[in-house]
């Protein structure tokens, strides 16, 4: 009988708990909603499409920063910036990536392409998400640059997502890991992808929709 009473007992409780939850919710479902899941960067973003010709155009306007009487610098859009310069990163993505494009928000660099979730790692790493996922999935990137070095800039990884779901860290640092890059040295922060960059380039910025790269000077 002190079985019974003892399973009602649970069973009481376990339906006071959902009945509290649930006049609850609007306290606790918007924190836990944004553990997971990420919202869009902005909506009215101005996605542009990843091209060979986005990265011809690149290589020709860096190639007058070395001419001698060339600009200080130029303005890259920034599909021509991941076309040309951004292959490193873009490898976080996989061989099989569709429909590659670019976007600029504020100071931040956003790529995007569908993928398919085992060309990120081990489906394992992504925890519960795993199970969600299934084929390709669309995915955003979104980081900050800066320089490194001489030849060397870094992409800050501050927003990495599959289908609007927020992709832990540790998956994160393992993808940025195995993409990596021979010329890697300890300047690189352990969250950013190191991009190579022209001798005839001292400086990059994002600013106003581009990518501003500056002339190096001798």
């Not at 007058?64 to 600009?71: I, Y």
């Not at 292959?87 to 976007?103: F, V």
């Not at 969600?132 to 900050?144: A, E, R, S, Y």
């Not at 040295?185 to 991009?195: M, Q, R």
């Amino acid at each position: 009988m002190f079985g019974c009473l003892s399973r009602i007992g649970c069973l009481v409780l376990i339906a006071l708990a959902c009945v509290g939850g649930w006049y609850t919710k609007d306290l606790w479902y918007p924190r836990v909603r944004a553990l997971v899941v990420a919202e869009p960067p902005v909506r009215s973003l101005t996605w542009m499409p990843i091209t060979k010709d986005a990265a011809d155009r690149a290589t020709a306007k860096i190639a007058k920063l070395s001419e001698r009487n060339g600009p200080v610098f130029t303005d890259l859009t920034p599909s021509e910036f991941a076309a040309r310069v951004m292959m490193p990163a873009m490898k976080m993505l996989g061989t099989s990536a569709g429909d590659p494009e670019a976007a600029i928000h504020g100071d931040t660099l956003f790529v995007r392409a569908n993928v398919a979730l085992t060309e990120l790692g081990d489906p394992k790493s992504f925890g519960p998400l795993a199970s969600m996922l299934d084929g390709k999935q669309p995915v955003v990137i979104g980081g900050w640059l800066d320089v490194a070095g001489r030849g060397v800039a870094q992409y800050h990884v501050v927003l990495f997502t599959v289908k609007e779901l927020k992709i832990p860290g540790a998956a994160v640092a393992k993808i940025i890991a195995r993409v990596g890059m021979k010329a890697r040295t300890e300047v690189i922060d352990a969250s950013a992808v190191a991009l190579p960059l022209a001798a005839t380039v001292a400086d990059v910025r994002v600013t106003k929709g581009h990518v501003v790269l500056y002339k190096a000077v001798p």
